[in-house]
């Protein structure tokens, strides 16, 4: 099994929808989660950067984290078809193994105009 | 803003040709990695240097070697290409410190014929 599962979609939506993205992990010992968006033939972008459970909110992204059941989720609201990419989310140890990252497979994100 | 810049984009190799990809950043970042990005598979760390003069094996780092040749520069070297080395490959930096996201780089696209 996975440390970090994603579903890979892919998710369609009309374009002004609110859109949910979602990881469920293993390890009780993530503290730090981070969302990356990838489009095409791009590297993957940090979108929003989080540490331990609550909400992070950035413009029309709001990131969510629930340790308790080991499950990050990233919101976008009014959904445009920029939005159009693949999201990747990943997730690290606290105070050791700073160079381990963890990343789920992505799920791809199509909104229609 | 270059951030990660890796050279090159593109490159066809035949089997058993030898290539270094390279990678440099200019965040004076401390840590660098290099990952594969395959189909279903998510990022796969190859190699990682945690700091200038050190590396380290990732989750598959058969057929590849590392250089850190300096704190803006990390290269990787295919000693004897196969196709299943076939991929898009990434470089990626961040602080060497626990509260730090990675940031990566736009990747090499690598077919081996």
């Known amino acids: 099994q996975k440390e970090v599962e994603q579903d890979p979609g892919p998710l369609s939506v009309p374009e002004g929808a609110i859109v949910s993205l979602n990881c469920t992990y293993s390890?009780?010992?993530?503290?730090?989660f981070m969302w990356y968006r990838q489009y095409s033939r791009k590297g993957p972008e940090l979108l929003m950067y989080?540490?331990?459970?609550g909400n992070k909110e950035d413009g029309r992204f709001t990131a969510q984290v629930d340790k308790s059941s080991k499950y990050i989720s990233l919101f976008i609201r009014d959904s445009q078809p920029s939005d159009s990419a693949t999201y990747l989310c990943?997730?690290?140890?606290?105070?050791?193994?700073?160079?381990?990252?963890?990343f789920g497979s992505g799920t791809k994100l199509n909104v229609k105009p | 803003n270059a951030g990660v810049t890796q050279t090159p984009k593109f490159q066809v190799l035949k089997t058993g040709q030898s290539m270094t990809l390279q990678c440099a950043q200019d965040m004076n970042h401390n840590s660098m990695y290099w990952y594969r990005q395959d189909p279903g598979m998510g990022l796969r760390l190859i190699y990682y240097?945690?700091?200038?003069?050190?590396?380290d094996k990732g989750e598959v780092p058969n057929g590849y070697n590392v250089s850190r040749l300096n704190k803006r520069e990390f290269s990787l070297r295919l000693e004897s290409a196969a196709p299943s080395q076939t991929s898009v490959y990434f470089c990626?930096?961040?602080?060497?410190?626990?509260?730090?996201?990675?940031?990566f780089g736009d990747g090499t696209r690598l077919s081996i014929l």
């Open positions: 990943a997730m690290r140890r606290g105070e050791t193994n700073f160079n381990k990252f963890y």
């Open positions: 390890n009780s010992a993530f503290q730090y």
């Open positions: 240097s945690a700091s200038e003069g050190t590396t």
């Open positions: 990626a930096s961040s602080e060497r410190r626990s509260n730090q996201p990675q940031h």
């Open positions: 989080t540490y331990s459970s």
